[in-house]
């Protein structure tokens, strides 16, 4: 039931405000991103599952958010950004054919979606794209979970939630170097960062 009316976008959002309002679920993840560098303020991102563009401000230079939702992707053209921002309904392997290469891709809170063997695909078409950073936010399976991530994680749409360590492989798999993982708390959530460096690939 709660799946079903979080499909409609406009409550998507609202429920999204509210995570944001009370965990910082966007805005502290966003605030990461620029102050460590990774984000510079015109530095071009592809934003793989943007749903309905909550990361779109992240930076002030070229933005594409992908999304396979044509309804989340209607909403975030709907929107208004303070600089032009670029939505497609689109699938990952089409871009790359397109052949356009991005400072950084962010991937957010979409790879438990997948099974391995989609992840893997995924990554490894992503690598072809980007030429500095491949940003990655997951929700991941821990020895202790509050109840309140027990209750978010019975209740998301996706099903492969995994550890930390599985999770990291898929990308090792993938070609991709790690340089920097880690929990980050946002609120009574958590997430994990893995953040790899093209550059060292």
Known sequence: ????????PPLWDLSRFFLDLTCGLYRKRIALLKASGLVKDN???LDIGCGTGLFAEVTQGDYLGIDLNHRSITRAMKKKFKTKKTFRCVDLNLVQKELPKFDVILIADVLHHLDNQGCVDLLKTSLKLTNKYLVSFEPVFKKELTLLEKW?????????FRYPDELR???RLSG???IEYRDM?????????TVCNMSNT
Not at 1 to 8: H, R, S
Not at 185 to 193: A, D, I, Q, T
């Open 1 to 8: 039931m709660l799946d079903k009316i979080l499909d409609y």
């Open 43 to 45: 530095a071009s991102v």
């Open 152 to 160: 978010f994680m019975r209740h998301d749409k996706g099903e492969n």
């Open 169 to 171: 492989q898929l990308f």
């Open 176 to 178: 991709y170097t790690i």
């Open 185 to 193: 708390r946002l609120g009574f959530l958590s997430v994990h960062l």
